[in-house]
């Protein structure tokens, strides 16, 4: 005990005379892991939140009732439902704004609800006292509170003049919801007597004939495994992040890996020191292990702070996203455990055991005596690059083997990684060769030395420059990815969105009668029915919507591919237009036939064309709008679409609002609808250029830690060229123009292995995540961008160290000869 | 006196710490009509709902027995509670109710619980003829005289059908349908019909059996009902092979309230005072980590009776929000016999 | 010295030590057969011309190196046969060793350099700790770093922290090798002082035979051979 203390007493005190390496080495593992954690306690309020979701009424194992047309339906149902002994429970969901925000709001019959529900707090006697006397009650979860503004006790009051029952804590209330009864929804929702949908109690499942019998074909069954799609839908998105967190903490491994190596070959002589004076080898690693215990827990503790602070800064938008693209709700406020703390700082212990291994293991391994023949530095560079080029080549293997099974979205990660990280391995090299040929160029004996100096340079700043190289590299791949996938959506939703008016009205009936005004409302041009009906493909959930003949489709809605005479077919046979993440899925090419499950039997159709759907987790068909009707029975009749001329659209939508009143459920303009889409487009890729720039900030972290650790050995270097005649500001320009080299040399191969990344990206993960395939754009005003980053980087990192050497007394310099260092 | 009323009234506390603590009832209603004695108890109109009083029950028993040679007990229970004084329509009515079945036999005790909320039409009573409902469960008169009736209820594992006929008076308990509990004057107003005969079929797990038998109507409505000390009770409904009926309870307190009436086969009918009645366990049954006694001694010394009452099965709990004991009961001794006896506050 | 049994068990008694080092060319021998014996107290300079094989056998006394055959008993226990964490203890515990190039851990305070070793062996003496550093005239130096020192007062340093746990026998590998002529003999002055004080064996590896003259005996290596003691 008393030799591991006193070493760890001299070990530590290296840390005092290089604080800078210590600080960096901190940063480095403090930096990876928060990047690590920050993304993992996204991806965990994420899941939870689905499950919560999911649970809320049901366990996740209930049956649920809806109109078998779509819609709210009438209270009668459920009565009728009950009266015939059938176990269910009435809901009725809408939003409401309070404030600034949007609730969702639910309505539940506290006396009926299943015990075993997620919301089982609300269900029975107790609860409904507390719903039913007095002003009665809302439930909402601790941190939905929080983001409406309100605190428990309050009476939140809706735009529509309804004051709420006053807010209650409920913890198991589903995230961004306020649960209160039936009767008060159906008052703040204004829609008295309505449902939109019934919990069947788990133990008292109803089957489709005594649904029918019950209630003719008023409603339809929703088996529980339909709703359970979100998890599903939602994992690319998820692996997306975690490939993200992955990368980020490779890059701060970086940094930890350098600043060990560096402290182990400064320390090296102390090691053998100590080993003279008696400490074993076991007690010297023991000691070291303590050492990297402590900057495990120092680090991953700061790592796991910072890991949350990122968590919070991310999560508005990663919960937009979510509930822009798949419907999700996240709750808004971050419910961190102990298991997540434990698995960062385990990330962060692995991580600095791992940058720290190869140091413990010549430790372990170091003979007391330092072997006397000097170490031929030609010799050591040889096989460096050379284990360098092995394990470049070995990645490379691995990436190209992986290409083969390039359709699963592992497969297309792993051939981005495996390329990323042998190009990554390949650029010592690289650089090698750069210097090489500078060094045969040169003409004068000092540019000779600059050269020839900066390759004995590579080793040293090798890692810090891998990972600017990668991050730069992930920088372009992803940037193109993200402009481009951003072109491609706004055109294509130019070209979509054609149709000045969308709305949905309450019901079936509803719409006919508004269907009737509009044909009699001159300003009016077009009524596009969009009527639509869900159907299951294999495990797939398809939409299956319907089009009338009208020039808003032909000309305008944008195909991939197509038969000719598309629209044609469409309407006059049994054709379909299938969108492209379908196609893909059904490996369908126009032409071809496929099986379509309806309400009555299956129906053969042709693939008239294939449409580009961005955005949309669930496969797409559109069918003629008759053919719909016969065969989806089910087809829900609130769906449309109005054109009018422009101009009139406020006009056209008020005369609508003010006949119809709450028999409009919804009703948006196309300006509006085009601003959300591009407000969740944005929303989704801030996380990923949020998580690509601190990459890039990590490793010019990375980078500057290098340098700074290095400073010191280029004394060594520089010293005697100073001797021969060169100024210190001579010697520190030609320094800093080194690192800048270095830089321009990691950003020309960030430039290739970037538009690599972004092809990787584009043809196949986002083809596997979303089952659609982006026209791949190029953008080489960003390359510029990105290659003036790296070298801003590599001066800001390379300014400090290099300044200190400009300034570095004579006398220090001198030190260089007058001692052994 | 049953169970129903102090489940009741169990649910209007919103400070329900445990649901077998029962001694809280003694609380005042404010806004509630209170029983009076000498108020007239009238036929049919008293079989409706009585909105003014805060709770209220409907209740049959029936002790079968089956073609296959068989004790059977069945029980179906409608209870009505008001949540507030205040009332109104739709969801806004304030009212609650609640069905309580069970069917048991000497193994096998299966019951079901359901709620349903008032102003929707998913439960409640007509009347004149009488018909209670809630969801499929119903307990309908053919006629205002209540001569033929039918009851049924459904739970998961079981279903009745049963087919109740008439054959003797409506009886008011208590004095004249006006029945005290407790020395401090809390009371509720109680009527029986001890006169059925039933003739219908009880499935368990899929199996039916015909069954025939007697049944036992039970009506009470009140808006407090315990003095604040007492605890829970034991009640007994019997038939007597001379065709005797007898009611009795016991409110468990600081003192035990003992009260029961004598039913003649004619229907007359005799109060009993308190030190007339004797009601002693015998015999315990672990239930639920509660003992519960399973097997009395039951005397009326007035009348020469000294039997015991046994339960068929002494497994019949009433697992529902509100857990109690209720099951059939077999009487021997100085005179044979059977009834029910249920059993709260363990 | 060949008697092999004295009345006094001498500190150290080496016999047969053999030692080569692999080269491309096959194993060069450096050490063959040595014998050698060092009582308590006494003083040994052990001259050789360079690659003779002095510093070898220092390294193999001192625990530093593993031995090809042969014994060292050092204070009655042969060292040779011990493994790696035994080896440690008699460095630790056993032997002070004064390097050529000091070794001075850079990090560390001259203070915290000087009482480093007796700390590891836990052997911390206060007082001895501070009549050491006034006697290397170190007291006044003790707050700052190796660097910040000169040539000579690093050398003291490294005879300090030697010393500072009273070991048995003292090595040094040309402790004046890397020091002007007057601050070597000063050095080398104050080290037989201290060596007579504590009454330890001193065993000195150098190339000058008048420093070696100092010294009470005096052997040659000579082809991996003690030719004269």
Redesign the interface.
Known sequence: M??IF??L??LA??W???PANLATLILGLAIATALWSGVQALNTQARRSYDSAANAFTGGKAQNLVAAQGGLFAQDLFVALRRAGMQVSPILEGSARIGKKTARLIGIEPLTLPHDAGLAPLAGNRSATGMLTGDGLSYAAPETIRDLGVVAGERPVTDAGFKLPPLVVLSEAPPGAIVVDIGVAQKALNRPARLSRMIVAPEARIDEATLRAATDRALRIVEPEEDSDLARLTDSFHLNLTAFGLLAFLVGFFIVHASFGLAFEERL??L????????????LVTAMLIELSVFTLLAGGAGVIGGYLIAVALLPDVSASLEGLYGAQISGALTLDARWIISALAMAGGGALFAGASGLLKTFNLP??SVARPVAWREAHRRYLFRQAIFALLSLMIAALASRFADTLEGGFTVIAATLLGVALLLPLALEALLRIGEALSETPLSRWFFADGRQEIAGLSLALMALLLALATNIGVGGMVEGFRRTFIGWLDQRLVAEIYYEAATPHDAREIENWARTDKEIVAILPVWRSKTRIGDWPVEVMGMTPHTTYSDHFPLNAAKPGVWRMLHEEDAALVSEQLARRLKLSPGDSFDLPTTGDSWRLRVAGIFPDYGNPKGQIRLDHTRLAQHFADASGVHYSLRVAHEATTRVMTRLQETFGARIARIVDQAEVKKISTEIFERTFTVTSALNTLTLVVSAIALFASLLTLSNLRLAHVAPVWAIGVTRARLATLELLRILVFAAGAALIAIPLGLFMTWALVDIVNVVAFGWRLPMHIFPRHWLTVFATAQVAALVAGLAPVRRLARTAPAELL?VFA??R | MNVRLFALLLILSPVVANAADYGWLGEAAPGYATPKPGAPILFPQDHAAHPGFRTEWWYLTANLTGDDGKSYGAQWTLFRYSLEARDGSGWDNRTAWMGHAAVTSATEHVFAQTMARGGVDLAGVDNPPFRAFIDDWFFEARDAQFTNSRLHARGARFSYTLDLTRYGPFVLQGDKGYSRKAGEGQASHYYSQPFFSVDGAVTIDGKKIHVTGRGWMDREWSSQTMAPDQKGWDWFSLHLASGDRLMLFRLRGAQDYRSGNWIAPDGGVTQLAGEDIVVDPLDHTSLEGRALPTRWRVKVKSRNLDVVAAALNPKSWMGTDFPYWEGPIAVSGSTRGEGYLEMTGY | MTSPVTQNLPLLRVTGLSKSYATPQGPLPVLRGVDLTLKAGETLAMMGESGSGKSTLL?LV?A??DADAGEILLDGANIVRLP??GK??????T?G?V?Q?F??????TVG?NLA??S????RYDPDWMARLTERLGLASLTGR?P?QLSGGQQQRVAIG?ALAARPKLLLADEPTGNLDEPTGDAALALTLELVAETGCGFLMVTHSARLAARLQRQATLSAGALTSV
Not at chain 1, 275 to 281: E, I, K, Q, T
């Open positions: 008393r030799q006193w070493t007493a001299a005190s290296h005092r005379k290089h002589p102390v053998r020191t100590l080993r003279a004076l008696g400490v074993s080898a076991r007690a007391v005596l030190k001692n052994e | 390294h001192g530093l190196d790696e964490s440690a203890t008699v460095r630790r515990e032997i060793v390097f190039q070794n001075l851990i850079a990090s560390l915290e480093f070793q700390r590891l062996a836990n770093y660097e922290r």
